[in-house]
């Protein structure tokens, strides 16, 4: 009997120019997702973040009204790291946030105002694996993703968009969300990975908050991991892998 073969994952399309990259807290791109996005802003395409929160709860011993500016700073440093200068946050509570028409709303005016082709997210299942509980925060901002695509286009959800100067942007081509368990399609990690080294660095903080050990052998190790195991479903190169839905 033939043993079953596991599916390849395809490369990622590349004709496009601009992404939006929305997210629940700093960090969440870091872990896996920016040596792809180091990848193509050194191929000259425009990348842009969002993020719902300034997760500001992320970090126990540390006060939320210090927490929240601290983290902003890593994430803006982080991803400059990686070639993104525009980094916005939308101000929900972290920890909190809620799937709804607010959310989704926020999410369609950025990208509005941000007119991409490319929408990146993270993992908006229950689940991590089937192995790990997923947040609610990642499950919300992820689903509302998915869905704020298609409202940036249509002119009768939020029409207060619109009076606001953000009119309607049907450019959306495709959603890839990250750090998914059923991953189609991935990205060569090793022009970045360096570089996404750095960028997960740069939230030192949260990681000295999160582990004993030391920050570059395990921001290292993290990343290395993830895209070598992922590698094994994309001819062996280390990679960055995506579910993708096509608009």
Not at 185 to 191: E, G, I, L, Q, S
Request: hydrophobic share 40%; glycine share 8%.
């Amino acid at each position: 009997m033939t043993e079953p073969t596991t599916p390849q994952l395809q490369p990622m399309p590349d004709d496009w120019r601009r992404a939006l990259a929305v997210v629940a807290h700093p960090d969440d791109l870091e872990y896996g997702c920016s040596a792809a996005i180091a990848a193509w802003t050194d191929a000259g395409r425009e990348v842009a973040y969002v993020l719902a929160t300034r997760g500001e709860a992320g970090i126990d011993t540390l006060d939320p009204v210090r927490c929240g500016p601290l983290r902003e700073r890593e994430q803006r440093a982080s991803a400059a790291v990686v070639g993104v200068s525009e980094v916005e946050f939308l101000d929900h509570r972290d920890g909190v946030v809620e799937y709804g028409t607010a959310l989704r709303r926020d999410i369609a005016a950025a990208i509005r105002r941000h007119r991409p082709e490319l929408v990146i997210t993270l993992n908006h299942r229950d689940t991590w694996g089937g192995v790990a509980w997923n947040t609610p925060d990642h499950v919300a901002v992820g689903r509302a993703t998915l869905d704020a695509a298609g409202d940036a286009g249509n002119r009768w959800i939020f029409p207060e968009l619109a009076e606001r100067g953000l009119k309607p942007w049907n450019g959306v081509r495709w959603v890839a969300v990250a750090g998914c368990s059923a991953p189609t399609h991935a990205v060569d990690a090793t022009p970045g990975m360096e570089r996404a080294v750095r960028s997960l660095l740069e939230h030192r903080a949260y990681i000295e908050a999160l582990t004993d050990e030391d920050p570059e052998t395990y921001v290292r190790n993290f990343l290395t991991g993830y895209a070598g195991s992922t590698g094994e479903r994309f001819g062996g190169r280390p990679a960055v892998a995506f579910e993708l839905f096509t608009r």
